[in-house]
């Protein structure tokens, strides 16, 4: 999974030039704030339902993934609107650069939507993970690939930066689906 998600980043550094892939990392490195958020949560439940699942407790188990899955999507989706509707004010704040918040921003707000709907594609791993059923996670990851890597290729090409964003949103919004 590490692997593709970097995958686009190796791509678009050999797409865009270097100044326009300084302001693609800086997007990328503060739509993590969004990976901030869900991580911890998610280090702490995979034992949990794995547990439940190993406890055969499939009431609890479903239980505890449902209000997992509010919690998560109520804060990253917080976390995620914020980055994506105030990019410019919050990158100019954080640099004091008025050209990396304009060149920045779009690309931000692409990444952080993605990140959020990334953080909730976790959800059915972590069901699979408990239940140690990953072929499905093999399989989405590897149509992922297939789709999200030309997607990379064609909007990066046609929009920079910013292309790069759209393919990260579009093709993790595929795999949400």
Request: include cysteine.
């Amino acid at each position: 999974w590490i692997v593709l998600t970097q995958a686009d980043k190796l791509l678009l550094s050999r797409l865009l030039d270097l100044s326009d892939f300084g302001y693609l990392t800086l997007a990328v490195a503060v739509a993590g704030g969004v990976n901030v958020v869900s991580t911890p949560l998610a280090q702490n439940l995979m034992p949990r339902l794995a547990k439940l699942h190993a406890q055969g407790d499939e009431a609890a188990l479903t239980a505890l993934y449902r209000r997992s899955t509010r919690v998560i999507a109520l804060a990253v989706g917080a976390v995620s609107g914020l980055l994506a509707f105030c990019a410019q004010p919050l990158l100019y704040a954080w640099t004091g650069d008025a050209v990396a918040a304009e060149r920045a921003h779009a690309p931000l707000a692409w990444y952080a939507l993605g990140n959020a709907l990334l953080a909730l594609t976790a959800f059915p791993y972590y069901l699979q993970y408990a239940r140690g059923t990953l072929r499905l996670h093999l399989m989405g990851n590897v149509a992922l690939a297939v789709v999200m890597l030309p997607m990379v290729g064609i909007l990066a090409a046609r929009y920079g930066a910013v292309g790069g964003g759209l393919a990260w949103f579009f093709a993790i919004a595929l795999y949400f689906l």
